[in-house]
């Protein structure tokens, strides 16, 4: 994972399976990658939500001894793998989220951002609702237990005519799990099925693979799937076509696991469609490609296709590595990215090499990676990134720097050059990103290099809108400590 930009959240939920939760438990390990800082399971027997949350990784919060899988064990239940984009990194911001109202109980998994969030925070506060967590995916809860909300006909579909941004919500009811993806789809959402007939659904088809189901379809922007003893059921809050999808293209560069399918088609093949791109817009003469792992290895080897050049592994990645502190000196700072990314000199003294990453952020990790490299005695080294220059923040669940802190911002291509100390850099092109996505291309989210955001940002969007009495940030320390 990229100190620079940040997962979103994973969810993964199964209804009417002897082995839903342990299920769960595996689908949230193949949906880790899309958040570490804490994990979560509730489950039912039909009656009963019971709920398990805590702060790490999934092996951390479920450990083997702990006994919670079987305390837990139900034939339904919901999961979710937490990075957060609002509220800090503590345990009262970690999902599901349970919760008691005037209709029973619900528990909530939710990934995106809700930019509406802190405005309706506002207005239920000033009712005199008290608030436990400084997430925006409390105030669904709210919105649900409103009485004139939770008297309609269907509560939820009303709820979420009130939310604004990016959501995929699981909501886990004693009886049913209801799934739902907002208008614009801006965060993948599938649907698969055990051999025993299960319904699945989560984040990314990589948690089906990971449990054995098949995909079915994905939950298309603007549904509601309810999953109960009688099947499927789906119904739409929003009506379909009415507003033009918004898929982060994001999700293809960086954020799903290469075996996935997201918007409908493979990851790995969309990244090594992006690697060939950048070969035919960035050629240049040189011994060896070499992808900056483990996002950056698909379009690497797209470029060495293209190009001729031979590809080969200049970088080892640990996987052992969890957070570290962020280290007060250039030195310290150095030796850190050496931990989690070390060279192989035999791959690269002496070469003139093309190195392939994803994207660049802030751009100080990256100028680590190619400190290394020269260390190491490259003898040329040509930065190629596939994706263009990010210039603008995301609202909808990337927890991306500000604005100021962008490599990009304010800076020409030359400027970028020098401050990565390379011979060359070359990003791919919005078109040339476009033209390798299956979807029209007014389909995807691009807001991050356009500064075209297809849901309006009228109001404060940051990660700590809801720190308002308290600011409890663990950044750095989670993995190692907790
Ligand atoms: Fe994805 Fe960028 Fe849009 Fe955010 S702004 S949803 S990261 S494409």
């Not at 009303?158 to 995929?168: E, I, K, S, V």
């Not at 929003?238 to 960086?254: D, K, L, M, Q, W």
């Not at 931990?339 to 990453?357: F, N």
Request: net charge neutral; hydrophobic share 35%; charged share 20%.
């Amino acid at each position: 994972m990229s100190p620079e930009k940040k997962e979103n959240c994973g969810l993964f939920g199964i209804y009417g399976d002897a082995d839903a939760v342990q299920k769960t438990h595996f689908g949230l390990y193949s949906l880790q990658h899309r958040g570490q800082e804490s994990a979560g399971i509730a489950s039912s027997n039909g009656r009963f939500i019971q709920c398990y949350t805590g702060m790490g990784t999934v092996a951390r919060v479920f450990r083997k001894d702990s006994g919670l899988l079987e305390k837990l064990s139900n034939p339904m239940a919901i999961g979710h793998v937490r990075y957060s984009t609002t509220g800090s990194t503590k345990s009262a911001n970690s999902q599901p989220f349970l919760s008691e109202y005037s209709r029973g109980q619900v528990a909530i998994a939710h990934n995106g951002n809700l930019i509406n969030a802190s405005v309706l925070r506002d207005e239920y506060e000033a009712y005199g609702h008290i608030f436990k967590s400084t997430s925006d995916t409390e105030i669904i809860i709210h919105l649900l237990a409103k009485p004139s909300h939770a008297m309609r006909e269907d509560p939820i579909a009303h709820t979420l005519q009130h939310l604004q941004g990016a959501y995929c919500l699981l909501f886990l009811f004693p009886d049913r799990i209801e799934a739902a993806r907002d208008p614009h789809g801006i965060r993948p959402l599938s649907i698969g099925q055990t051999a025993s007939g299960a319904y699945v659904v989560a984040s990314e088809t990589c948690a089906f693979d990971t449990i054995g189901a098949k995909f079915i379809r994905d939950v298309e922007p603007g549904e509601i799937v309810r999953l109960d003893e009688r099947g499927l059921h789906s119904r739409f809050f929003s009506t379909p076509g009415e507003v033009t999808p918004a898929h982060c293209i994001f999700e293809h560069i960086y954020f799903a696991k290469q075996n996935s399918d997201v918007f409908g088609e493979n990851v790995h093949t969309f990244r090594k469609c992006l690697g060939r791109q950048i070969a035919r817009e960035h050629p240049v003469k040189a011994d060896v490609v070499i992808p900056v792992p483990d996002s950056g290895t698909s379009a690497a080897i797209g470029y060495a296709e293209e190009s001729g050049i031979p590809f080969d592994m200049g970088f080892v990645r640990s996987h052992y590595i969890g957070r570290t502190f962020i280290s007060p000196t250039q030195e310290l700072r150095d030796l850190q990215v050496k931990l989690k990314l070390a060279t192989v000199k035999e791959i690269v003294a002496g070469k003139r090499v093309v190195v392939v990453d994803d994207s660049i952020v802030r751009g100080t990790t990256t100028r680590g990676k190619i400190r290394s490299l020269r260390q190491a005695g490259a003898k040329q080294i040509h930065m190629r990134v596939s994706c263009p220059p990010i210039r603008h923040p995301c609202f909808y669940g990337v927890d991306f720097p500000t604005k100021e802190e962008l490599l990009a911002n304010n800076r020409d291509m030359e400027q970028i050059r020098d401050f990565l100390d390379v011979d060359s850099v070359g990003y791919c092109s919005l078109e040339g990103l476009l033209s390798c996505a299956s979807l029209p291309a007014d389909h995807y989210c691009t807001a991050c290099w356009t500064g075209q955001y297809k849901i309006p940002i009228n109001t404060v969007v940051n990660k700590f809108i809801m720190e308002r009495y308290q600011m409890t940030m663990f950044e750095g320390w989670i993995e190692e400590n907790v």
